[in-house]
């Protein structure tokens, strides 16, 4: 069975800072960006969103008569723990080298009451794979994290190269699963 997962990334925010699992409202006032999203999935595609509000009100915005399906948790922002909502240039002492190494070095490296990056790895595939036993097409609002994770997946690049892989607001990664998993594209802006 063949599957295809258009991630999308939900609108954008005006917060500074870490932002995880922090319910931040998105800006959904460019409606000519959201029409012309909505315009490119697949119309037979049912939408999911991961539940923090950013996502869902971005996924709402571009169902257009989509059909939806439960806000799925597992398809969240990385869990940032006491780093979140902080700029890296607020984290000082022991934390600094410890953030360095989350981002130099992602795998294990753990944020304080927080998750690794095989932590949302693992969390985030296993939405993912639950979604792709669907078959068919399906829209998945999450995060810049959550859509790195199926990047690195699909591509088998290391956690630092997938670091660098942008992923705008509003913008669609297609990612096909027909027995492994493959990236069609990625960060495109309608």
């Known amino acids: ?6 991630w999308v990334r939900h609108g954008p925010t005006h917060a500074s800072g870490m932002v995880g ?29 991961s ?5 869902v009100t971005t996924a709402d915005a571009i169902a257009d008569g989509r059909p939806r399906l439960p806000h799925d948790p597992d398809l969240r922002e990385i869990n940032f723990g006491t780093w979140e909502m902080r700029r890296h240039d ?7 080298q410890l953030i360095r190494r989350f981002w130099d070095e992602p ?11 095989n932590d949302v790895c693992r969390r985030v595939s296993a939405a993912a794979d639950r979604l792709a036993a669907w078959g068919g ?3 998945a609002v999450a995060h810049m994290g959550a859509i790195l994770t ?9 956690g630092y190269r997938t670091f ?8 669609v990664t297609t990612i096909v699963f027909d027995g492994s998993w493959r990236m069609e594209s990625v960060n495109r802006s309608p």
């Not at 795998?107 to 990056?117: F, R």
């Open 51 to 55: 539940d923090l509000g950013r996502a």
């Open 164 to 171: 660098g892989q942008p992923i705008a607001n509003l913008s």
């Open 107 to 117: 795998g294990e490296v753990t944020a304080p009451e927080g998750e690794s990056w």
């Open 137 to 139: 097409e399906i829209v």
């Open 21 to 49: 699992w922090s319910d931040v409202a998105a800006d959904l006032s460019d409606a000519a960006a959201l029409g012309r999203l909505a315009a490119v999935l697949p119309r037979d595609a049912a939408v999911v969103s």
């Open 90 to 96: 607020e984290i000082t002492g022991d934390e600094a």
């Open 150 to 158: 199926q990047v690195q997946r699909a591509t088998g690049f290391d």
């Open 1 to 6: 069975m063949t599957a295809r997962l258009w």
